[in-house]
């Protein structure tokens, strides 16, 4: 479509006051009124005309002339009913309207509940939508009908079709001896999966002994999938669509069917399990001298938890140890492995985002009993190391063998982004050699130098958001965060499909070898998997943030009068965001701070007043009490806890 000089094609993003904005790719998004959306809903792509339009501040405003894509036709909100009709309140309050369902259309919903509403008739600006209700996810009190609701905004399928139960029918639960022939057999190879005390996917499995040369041989064996999950199938179609499974606070919507994911699939200790298995020769520098991939049999022999591992490495915990007794020589022999992988990543420049996640625990009718944080420890990093270290290697053996492949890149940072967190730091004090062509192990001289400071986590935060966002690629673009010249997911296929697609190349290229003609197959196949998947990622990762954030407000709505302490996270021009220890984040507004006038001074990244000058800085510590939390709009405010007796 042919755009005019004065126009503008773009996504609407609405506000529940009715206004809204385009959002333009060159940013400077054009603010739209409310008279002028012109029948515009949230998330549509519409073509606007601009009427004023100021160049130094890159301000705009205009008027919507063309809806182009509608961005949805389904919508969930809580239904409310009248005598003779009914109207659903969209959760998405971005939505800016109400939409009419006529009785005969309500599908037996009640007032609050939940609903997935279909629009038939849309809003052309002077009334609202019509439509009718497709499907009731539950009274919106019911436990658990939040989190889903959340999901089904998204439009995320939770249950698998009739067609794919159909299809897993036939699978046993025991590996057929007809499947182990011609595999290599490490079953008689001691190994362990070490996970969360939680976990029920179990992927991926490790073995580590020292050889006589002196050096490391690592085994990683990762759980076969492409076994079950054969190409081209209603079972592989829906997998694809899904891309990845979805981690919640009370759930996981998983990529694959539970018979796969946490039966036949997943490597449960005492049985034995069908293998894509990368094993290494590690020199003591961290080296990988060489490798091979082969397709196996495994049996493991323990299913060990990150915390039982933490407990024997570093509590030296003598009951534990006693326990797992055969195993504690490889435990420490993996730790020292671990160490001489993290030291080799660090010494090329490698960056460590050791981000703080949240542990929500609920009881059994979904209320928040406890959000903890998620602590990192030795067990998580040696597991991490050596995923690392395979999907390196196995990345790189696809790329100099020239195979279709899918990697896992990322690039280097924005200059615009990157520019600004640099100013940023160097108003702090710190000193920054370069801005121009920024090298990973600049910021890694940051991350050393903030350690252990009030600010680092801070610090840390927006030194990630300057980043690009990591992607699935066809072609091999490096890791900028890893410092890796080549890195791929190869360790995951029960929950991310490239992993899955990989695994499905390697075993092709290892039995029969891939014809040109496949190869131009793959090829496309690549680039479609490599696109869904990085979409459907994103939107995984919003539905496990905004479900999390619904369940910290409804941790803090009884928590109002309460004072905590907490560090200042963000600072911006309407207010000051304090984090607690638990993670929670809630903002202090200016206008709430009565004491004096306070400015916010973006060149030196603090807040002022104007009359004391006292200023608030990142890092700096408060005491804060919970004034008001809205569940609806994921929203907690705080107060000085002295701000009454000022």
């Known amino acids: 479509m042919e755009v005019k000089k004065n126009e503008v094609e773009g996504r609407f993003q609405g506000h529940e006051k009715g206004f809204g904005f385009v959002l333009r790719e060159e940013g400077g998004d054009v603010f739209i009124p409310a008279k002028f959306t012109n029948g515009a809903l949230n998330k549509d792509l519409v073509l606007c005309k601009v009427t004023r339009e100021r160049a130094d501040t890159k301000a705009a405003e205009g008027e919507i002339i063309k809806i182009v894509e509608r961005g949805t036709d389904k919508i969930v909100g809580t239904y409310m009913h009248n005598q003779n009709f009914g109207f659903v309140v969209p959760d998405d309050k971005k939505m800016g309207t ?3 369902i006529p009785k005969s259309k309500s599908n037996g919903a009640v007032d609050g509940h939940k609903v997935v509403v279909k629009i038939t008739e849309w809003l052309d600006g002077r009334k609202n939508p019509d439509g009718e209700i497709l499907e009731i996810i539950g009274h919106k009190d019911d436990p658990g009908v939040d989190v889903m609701s959340i999901v089904m905004g998204y439009d995320v399928s939770v249950d698998f079709t009739d067609k794919v139960y159909r299809q897993i029918e036939g699978i046993k639960e025991e590996v057929d001896l007809e499947d182990i022939k011609g595999r290599q057999d490490f079953r008689d190879v001691k190994m362990v999966t070490i996970d969360g005390d939680d976990a029920k996917d179990l992927d991926d499995a ?3 002994e020292n050889l006589p040369n002196g050096h490391y041989k690592l085994g990683v064996y990762i759980a076969d999938v492409t076994h079950y999950v054969k190409e081209g199938t209603a079972l592989d179609k829906e997998a694809l669509k899904r891309a990845t499974s979805i981690y919640l606070v009370d759930r996981v919507i998983p990529m694959l069917p539970h018979k796969l994911s946490n039966g036949i699939c997943s490597l449960n200790a005492g049985t034995d399990r069908l293998a894509l298995s990368c094993i290494m020769e590690i020199d003591p520098s961290g080296k990988v001298l060489g490798h091979e991939i082969v397709e196996a049999v495994i049996n493991v022999d323990r299913r060990m938890t990150y915390t039982n591992v933490y407990k024997i490495l570093e509590l030296e915990d003598e009951e534990i140890i006693s326990q797992y007794s055969d195993f504690v020589d490889m435990f420490k022999l993996m730790r020292e ?3 001489i992988l993290t030291e080799k990543r660090y010494r090329r420049g490698a960056l460590d985002f050791d981000t703080e996640e949240a542990k929500i625990r609920l009881d059994e ?3 928040v009993v406890a959000i903890e944080k998620y602590e990192r420890n030795i067990a998580t990093r ?5 995923m690392l270290v395979c999907n390196e290697t196995v990345a790189e053996d696809a790329f100099w063998q020239e195979i279709p492949f899918i990697y896992r890149s990322h690039q280097e940072p924005n200059e ?3 520019d600004t967190f640099l100013s940023f730091i160097t108003g702090l004090g710190y000193v920054v050699k370069s801005k121009q062509k920024v090298h990973s192990k600049e910021l890694q001289k940051i991350q050393e130098e903030i350690q252990g400071k009030s600010e680092e986590k801070v610090i840390l935060r927006l030194m990630l958001r300057s980043m690009q966002q990591a992607r699935y690629t066809a072609t091999n673009d490096g890791h900028f965060g890893l410092a890796a010249q080549y890195y791929c997911h190869f360790t995951s296929p029960i929950r991310r499909y490239p992993d899955l697609q990989i695994h499905r190349i390697l075993k092709e290229n290892l039995n029969k070898g891939l014809s040109e003609k496949r190869v131009e197959s793959l090829k496309n196949r690549t680039t479609e998997v490599s696109e869904i998947s990085s979409i459907q990622e994103r939107v995984a990762e919003e539905i496990e943030r905004e479900t999390e954030d619904l369940k910290k407000c409804e941790y803090m709505k009884d928590k109002v009068g309460e ?19 638990n993670t929670v984040e809630g903002l202090l507004r200016l206008a709430d701070l009565n004491d004096d006038y306070y400015i916010f001074d973006d060149k030196n990244y603090i807040i002022i007043g104007e009359r004391t000058k006292k200023i608030y800085r990142l890092g700096d510590t408060l005491q804060v009490l919970v004034a008001r939390v809205s569940v609806e709009s994921r929203e907690i405010d705080f107060l000085l806890e002295d701000t009454e007796k000022v």
């Open 206 to 208: 490790v073995s580590l």
């Open 337 to 339: 492995l671990a160490g």
């Open 365 to 367: 009718k979904g209320k």
């Open 98 to 100: 109400d939409i009419y």
């Open 416 to 418: 615009e982004k990157i």
């Open 382 to 386: 040696i597991i991490e190391e050596f």
């Open 563 to 581: 004072v905590f302490e907490g560090i200042i996270s963000g600072l911006t021009n309407w207010g000051i965001y304090v984090e607690l220890p």
